[in-house]
Nanobody, 131 residues
C-alpha cells in the first residue's frame, strides 16, 4: 500500500509562487511514476505535470509550461517526495491539487495524463490565487 500526503497549498496573489510537496510512503521502492493533477469547481480533473520513477522524464501541461516545474527526490529508500514549483500564478490556477502515483517504469509520461489509470491518490491541497 502507498500513502500520498500533499502539503504547501494556500492563498497567494496573482504573479506569486508556491511549492507543493507530496510525500509518498509505503511500498514505493522506485518504479512509481508520480503526477500532479488539479480540479477546479465544476471542472474535470486534469493533469498538471508528471515525472517518471527515475526523474529522467517529465511532462507539463501546455497551460503551465514555463511556469510550473515538477521534480522528485528518491534519496530515501522508503519515502519519495515529489515537488511542484509554481511560479507566475494566475487566478485560473485556483484548484485543489492532487498528487497521484502509478506503478510504471516507462519514460513515456503521456501515460500519466489520464487520471483514470492512477493507482494511488492523495487527499489534495487547495491552491487559491487572488487577482
Amino acid at each position: 500500500q502507498v500513502q500520498l500526503v500533499e502539503s504547501g497549498g494556500g492563498l497567494v496573489q496573482a504573479g506569486g509562487s508556491l511549492r507543493l510537496s507530496c510525500e509518498a510512503s509505503g511500498r514505493i521502492f522506485g518504479s512509481y511514476a508520480m503526477g500532479w493533477f488539479r480540479q477546479a469547481p465544476g471542472k474535470e480533473r486534469e493533469v498538471v505535470a508528471a515525472i517518471s520513477w527515475s526523474g529522467g522524464s517529465t511532462y507539463h501541461a501546455d497551460s503551465v509550461k514555463g511556469r510550473f516545474t515538477i521534480s522528485r527526490d528518491n534519496a530515501k529508500h522508503t519515502v519519495n517526495t515529489v515537488y511542484l514549483l509554481m511560479n507566475s500564478l494566475k487566478p485560473e490556477d485556483t484548484a485543489v491539487y492532487y498528487c497521484a502515483a502509478r506503478k510504471t517504469t516507462t519514460q513515456d509520461m503521456d501515460v500519466m495524463t489520464n487520471h483514470y489509470v492512477m493507482d494511488y491518490w492523495g487527499k489534495g491541497t487547495l491552491v487559491t490565487v487572488s487577482s
